[in-house]
């Protein structure tokens, strides 16, 4: 952990060599605060999603549409009781044009300030629209800050990320986080 300011921040998580407005597909998982099962629970090899999971599951298919001019397809993607999976591919758009992305030391423009157009506004304008509709519906609900993305570099990648959210839900009771298998 370095200093920032004279006081301890948190060190990024992301690939520090790639603009995350470019070409590509991405793993994502976003979790709720502390774990807590708000999208619903694992019933017979099944997920039934409660109210606030059903609205992940909206929210996440509006996403194409509420964004047309990034180009994004939307692939496999599953709601667990405490979390989300998806793949999302950002395609070529006229926000992420390499040529223009560069400056003269070959350093990425897109690394701090204000982010738009790019993986992080997407998730940040999901779980926005996910947490005004627990609010507007008194839900108890909460995200966790972060979430985690990984950059699909190939076919291979991308076959078994697809099987890993394929059988997410039958795996559930391996997970480290299934004890509290009822949602809120």
């Known amino acids: 952990m370095s200093k920032y300011f004279g006081m301890y921040r948190i060190e990024t998580t992301r690939f520090r060599s790639w603009d995350y407005s470019w070409e590509g597909k991405y793993f994502i998982t976003v979790c709720t605060r502390n774990f807590d099962n708000y999208f619903g629970e694992i019933s017979n090899g099944k997920m039934e999603l409660s ?3 059903s609205e992940v599951e909206r929210q996440w298919v509006k996403t194409i549409l509420l964004r047309p001019d990034m180009n994004l397809t939307l692939e496999d993607f599953q709601v667990m009781p ?5 793949i999302i ?3 070529p758009n006229i926000y992420n044009d ?3 992305d560069f400056i003269s030391d070959g350093k990425s423009r897109n690394k701090f300030g204000s982010q738009s157009k790019n993986l992080g ?3 940040r304008g999901f779980k926005a629209a996910v947490t005004t509709f627990a609010n507007d519906n008194n839900l108890k609900f909460g995200w966790h800050p972060r979430f985690h993305d990984h950059l699909i570099r190939n076919d291979m990648e991308l076959f078994k ?5 394929q059988n997410n839900v039958e795996n559930w009771s391996k997970d480290r986080f299934s004890k509290n298998n009822k949602f809120r």
């Not at 990320?161 to 959210?165: C, L, M, N, P, Q």
């Open 89 to 91: 591919e950002i395609g």
């Open 161 to 165: 990320i697809k099987k890993y959210i």
């Open 51 to 53: 109210e606030i999971g």
């Open 82 to 86: 405490n979390h989300f999976h998806a």
């Open 121 to 123: 506004s997407i998730i």
């Open 98 to 100: 390499k040529k223009s």
